[in-house]
C-alpha cells in the first residue's frame, strides 16, 4: 500500500535542530520549518533566517467567520513587521496541523531488510567478506542492515561484564538531547549513558568491538553510498533502566553534523520482544512498512544516520544495553565544522578509526 501525501509530508517533519519527530510546531512566518520548543527555535534561528521568508498569504486557511485573525497576521503584526530590524527574532511557532494524532497508524509490521543467515557462535564470514559480500549492497539496497552472532556468545558475554561493570561505579547520567534548556528531556529519552574511548580500566572488551566495528567499516569504505569515512565518536554505551523507558521518535543527524552512519551493538540475552518491549523501530523514509529491530545479544545494527532513516526505541521493560558509535563523513563533517553544525558534547568530538585488527 502506497502512502498517502500528507504521510510521505508528514514523514519529513522534524525539529530543525533536535531531529525530534513528536509534538512539533511550525514556523509562524515561513510555515514550512518545524521545531520541538520555542527554545530550540531561538536557537537555531541563526542559521534558520537565511532561509526564512514569510509565506504567501493567499496560501494561508481563509478566515471563517466570528474567528479572529490567523496568528502572526493581526494589524499590529503587520505593522510590526514592517519596522523589523534586519535581523528579526524568529516568528512564533504554530501548531503543526500534519502531525500525527495519537494511535494513528503508521504502516504494516514488518521489514524486508534481512538479518545474516548465520549459526550459532560468532559469524562464519571474515570482516572482510561480511563488509563487502553483505554490509555494503544490504546497506545501498536498503539503508538498514542487522548482522547476527556478530563476535560469538563469549567475547559477547565479555562485553556485557564491562558494560555491567560501568553501571556499577555510577559513570552512567541522564541521557541528554541538543538542548539542555527544555525539562522534558526525560519525556524524550529514559536512557543513561557514559561515553567510553576504549582505553579505560576495564573496557578492553568493549576496545574490542570497537576495533572490529572499525574494521568492518574500513572495508566498507567508498562503498557506502558516496562517504568517505575518515573517523567516529566514542562509543555511547546505554542502558535503559527497564521501567518502561524508551526514547519517542527521531533523527540522529538531521543537520548535517557529519555523521553518516549509525552502528549499534546489542548486548540482551534472552530478549523477549513481547515480553520486555525495547524494540527499535526505524520509519525508513518513503516507505510503507517500518522496520522493527530486537536488541538481541551479539546483534549487529547498521543504518544511515540522516534523515532517511528515523526512528525510536520503544518502552522497555527489562534492562536494556547497547553500544553506539557513530561514522562520519569527511567532507560533511568538514562544511559542519565550518558552519559549526558539529553535533553538540561527545557526539561532535572525532576519534580516529582504530588500527586495523583484521590480518585479511
Not at 518545524?34 to 494561508?60: A, G, M, P
Not at 552512567?172 to 522534558?184: A, C, I, M, P
Not at 572488551?205 to 570497537?210: A, C
Request: net charge neutral; proline share 6%.
Amino acid at each position: 500500500m502506497e502512502k498517502k501525501q500528507s504521510d510521505l509530508d508528514r514523514d519529513r517533519q522534524y525539529c530543525e535542530l533536535c531531529g525530534e519527530m513528536e509534538n512539533l510546531l511550525k514556523c509562524g512566518r515561513c510555515r514550512s520549518s518545524y521545531y520541538c520548543s520555542k527554545e530550540h527555535q531561538k536557537q537555531d534561528w541563526k542559521k534558520h533566517k537565511l532561509t526564512c521568508k514569510e509565506v504567501d498569504k493567499s496560501l494561508l486557511p481563509k478566515q471563517k467567520p466570528g474567528e479572529g485573525p490567523p496568528p502572526g497576521n493581526s494589524k499590529k503584526h503587520r505593522e510590526k513587521r514592517s519596522s523589523e530590524p534586519a535581523d528579526p527574532a524568529p516568528s512564533p511557532l504554530a501548531p503543526s496541523t500534519e502531525a500525527p494524532a495519537d494511535g494513528e497508524e503508521q504502516g504494516e509490521v514488518g521489514s524486508d531488510v534481512p538479518a545474516t543467515p548465520m549459526p550459532n557462535g560468532q559469524t562464519s564470514l571474515s570482516p572482510q567478506k561480511l563488509a563487502t559480500e553483505y554490509i555494503v549492497p544490504c546497506m545501498n539496497k536498503h539503508g538498514i542492515c542487522v548482522v547476527d552472532s556478530f563476535l560469538g556468545a563469549e567475547t559477547g558475554l565479555g562485553i556485557l561484564e564491562n558494560v555491567k561493570g560501568l553501571y556499577n561505579t555510577g559513570r552512567f547520567t541522564d541521557g541528554q538531547l541538543v538542548s539542555q534548556k527544555s525539562d522534558s528531556t526525560k519525556d524524550i529519552r529514559g536512557d543513561k549513558i557514559t561515553w567510553i574511548e576504549g582505553k579505560e580500566d576495564g573496557c578492553e572488551k568493549i576496545s574490542f568491538l570497537m576495533s572490529r566495528m572499525d574494521d568492518l567499516i574500513r572495508h566498507c569504505n567508498g562503498k557506502l553510498g558516496n562517504y568517505t569515512i575518515n573517523g567516529r565518536t566514542k562509543a555511547m554505551v546505554a542502558c535503559y533502566p527497564g521501567n518502561g523507558t524508551g526514547y519517542v521518535r527521531h533523527v540522529d543527524n538531521p543537520n548535517g553534523d557529519g555523521r553518516c552512519v549509525t552502528c549499534i551493538y546489542y548486548l540482551n540475552r534472552d530478549w523477549n520482544a513481547k515480553e520486555h518491549g525495547g524494540l527499535l523501530r526505524i520509519f525508513p523514509e518513503g516507505k510503507a512498512q517500518f522496520a522493527d529491530i530486537e536488541p538481541k545479544f551479539d546483534r549487529l545494527l547498521l543504518f544511515w544516520s540522516d534523515r532517511r532513516n528515523p526512528h525510536e526505541v520503544q518502552p522497555a521493560f527489562s534492562t536494556r544495553y547497547a553500544i553506539t558509535v557513530w561514522y562520519f563523513d569527511a567532507d560533511e563533517r568538514a562544511r559542519a565544522k565550518e558552519k559549526y553544525l558539529t553535533g553538540a558534547g561527545e557526539k561532535g568530538v572525532k576519534v580516529e578509526l582504530n588500527k586495523s585488527s583484521d590480518p585479511s
